[in-house]
C-alpha cells in the first residue's frame, strides 16, 4: 500500500523555524516527484513546492520563496521541508503529496498523506 | 501565474440533484486540469485529470470536460457520499495553482 507520513508540525512563533519530514513507503520513491501542499484553516489549497525525483529540478511558490526549502532523502525514502523566518500567515496543515506518475512533465497530485498542522503564533 | 478561478464557492443540493461546478482558468492550460475532492478533516483525493479522464475507483457519475480556460465537473446525481468540497488544480506548469474550492452542502 503506497503511504505518506507527515511529521514534525508544531507551535511556533513568528521568525522561528521548523523541518517538516515526510516518510513514504509502498512505492519506489527514488522514480517520483514529490510536493508539499499547505491549507490554512478554513481555506482552500495552495501548492508550496515541488522537487523532482533525483531532487535537480526544485520550484517554489512565491509565498515562500527565499524562507521554505525542500529537499528528499531517497536512501530514507524522505521527503523534507525547511522552514525558516515563519509568518503567522504560514499557519496551516501542511501535506507531502506525490506525482500521480513518473513522468518528466507536471502530473496531477496522489496520493496525499494526511497532513501536519504548523500553527505560527506568539 | 496562472489563476484558477471556481464558481460557485458554495453550492446546496439535495440526493439525486445534477450538478454543476466551473473552474476558469486565466490562460489558455490545454486540458491539464484536475479535479479533487476533500472532506472535512481529510487529505484531498484525485477525481479527474487531463480534464476529463477519470481516477481509477471513482464512480461514473463524476465527469468533467473543457479545454482552454473553461472548465467543468458534473455529479451526474448526487450521492450521500459527494457531499464535500472540490477543488481544481491546473498543471500546465510547474507552479500549480488551486481553484479557491467549491464546497457542496446538503440543501
Known amino acids: 500500500e503506497v503511504q505518506l507520513v507527515e511529521s514534525g508540525g508544531g507551535l511556533v512563533k513568528p521568525g522561528g523555524s521548523l523541518r517538516l519530514s515526510c516518510a513514504a513507503s509502498g512505492f519506489t520513491f527514488s522514480t517520483y516527484s514529490m510536493n508539499w501542499v499547505r491549507q490554512a484553516p478554513g481555506k482552500g489549497l495552495e501548492w508550496v513546492s515541488s522537487?523532482?525525483?533525483?531532487?535537480?529540478?526544485?520550484y517554489y511558490a512565491d509565498s515562500v520563496k527565499g524562507r521554505f526549502t525542500i529537499s528528499r532523502d531517497n536512501a530514507k525514502n524522505s521527503l523534507y521541508l525547511q522552514m525558516n523566518s515563519l509568518r503567522a500567515e504560514d499557519t496551516a496543515v501542511y501535506y507531502c503529496?506525490?506525482?500521480?506518475?513518473?513522468?518528466?512533465?507536471?502530473?496531477?497530485?496522489?496520493?496525499w498523506g494526511q497532513g501536519t498542522l504548523v500553527t505560527v503564533s506568539s | 501565474d496562472i489563476q484558477m478561478t471556481q464558481s460557485p464557492s458554495t453550492l446546496s443540493a439535495s440526493v439525486g440533484d445534477r450538478v454543476t461546478i466551473t473552474c476558469r482558468a486565466s490562460q489558455s492550460i490545454n486540458s491539464w486540469l484536475a479535479w479533487y475532492q476533500q472532506k472535512p478533516g481529510k487529505a484531498p483525493k484525485l477525481l479527474m485529470y487531463k480534464a476529463s479522464s477519470l481516477e481509477s475507483g471513482v464512480p461514473s457519475r463524476f465527469s468533467g470536460s473543457g479545454s482552454g480556460t473553461e472548465f467543468t465537473l458534473t455529479i451526474s446525481s448526487l450521492q450521500p457520499d459527494d457531499f464535500a468540497s472540490y477543488y481544481c488544480?491546473?498543471?500546465?506548469?510547474?507552479?500549480?495553482?488551486f481553484g479557491q474550492g467549491t464546497k457542496v452542502e446538503i440543501k
Open positions: 503529496a506525490r506525482d500521480s506518475s513518473k513522468t518528466t512533465v507536471v502530473t496531477p497530485l496522489q496520493p
Open positions: 488544480q491546473q498543471y500546465n506548469s510547474y507552479s500549480r495553482t
Open positions: 522537487i523532482s525525483s533525483s531532487g535537480s529540478y526544485i
